[in-house]
């Protein structure tokens, strides 16, 4: 069966200090990864999303970056963090198939100080 | 441009009472559409989608959503809910119909708090 994790669960760091997400997936291979924040009353924004090893398309533009060094490993950083960074970020995974379903990491809560 | 609108922030209802969540959408191509539930300090979770052919799309849980196309809605119901029901609903439609992109464009949420 396929798992997802995120490290770390918890995160609290000061305005520009940088940051590294990690999410990896296991149980399949060559999938789709998406990384999403979710702001207080905001709903679920795509940040980014990956269909292939060093490839990754940015939805938004903002001071945070994504990586995937691995097939099944999506890292997001920033080299400083805004107050505005603060929030929950989900990291997903889907077969490419048209209409496949996503599933969702357990999280990182992010605060930034 | 698309969006996706959840009309109700806040539903409060009381256990075995029935239960509408509400979500429209607006796109100009054709799109599918998912519900997603999340617990509090979780990920999401898929409660139901619709791809193609029946509207009415069911969950193992007792929740189903009904796709109108004309009024472009994809509202979620449950007949009689448990307080085992209380989450946070969130609806988002994915465009990329024709492609493996898959990328999710999610309403605001949708927080059901089941009272005893």
């Known amino acids: 069966s396929q798992t997802i994790h995120q490290w770390p669960a918890t995160l609290v760091q000061p305005v520009g200090s940088p940051l590294s997400l990690e999410c990896t997936v296991e149980?399949?291979?060559?999938?789709?990864l998406y990384w999403y924040r979710q702001a207080a009353g905001r709903g679920l924004q795509l940040l980014f999303y990956?269909?292939?090893?060093?490839?990754i398309s940015s939805e938004v533009p903002q001071n945070l970056s994504a990586s995937r060094p691995q097939d099944r490993q999506f890292i997001l950083s920033s080299k400083k963090l805004l107050l505005s960074d603060s929030g929950f970020y989900l990291c997903?995974?889907?077969?490419?198939?048209?209409?496949?379903?996503?599933?969702f990491g357990p999280g990182t809560r992010l605060t930034v100080l | 441009a698309q969006s996706v609108t959840q009309l109700d922030s806040q539903v409060p209802v009381f256990e075995e009472a029935p239960v509408e969540l509400r979500c429209n959408y607006s796109?100009?191509?054709?799109?599918?559409l998912f519900w997603y539930v999340q617990y509090p300090n979780q990920g999401l979770q898929l409660l139901l989608k619709?791809?193609?052919?029946?509207?009415l799309v069911e969950s193992i849980n007792g929740f189903e959503a009904e796709f109108n196309k004309s009024q472009t809605s994809f509202h979620l119901r449950k007949p009689s809910v448990h307080i085992s029901d209380t989450a946070e609903y969130f609806c988002?439609?994915?465009?990329?119909?024709?492609?493996?992109?898959?990328?999710?464009?999610f309403g605001r949420g949708t927080q059901l708090t089941v009272w005893p």
């Open positions: 997903a995974w889907s077969v490419p198939r048209r209409g496949d379903t996503q599933y």
């Open positions: 149980g399949t291979s060559n999938p789709n």
């Open positions: 990956s269909v292939g090893i060093g490839q």
């Open positions: 796109s100009s191509v054709s799109v599918y």
């Open positions: 619709y791809l193609s052919g029946s509207t």
């Open positions: 988002a439609v994915s465009l990329d119909r024709g492609s493996t992109l898959g990328r999710l464009y």
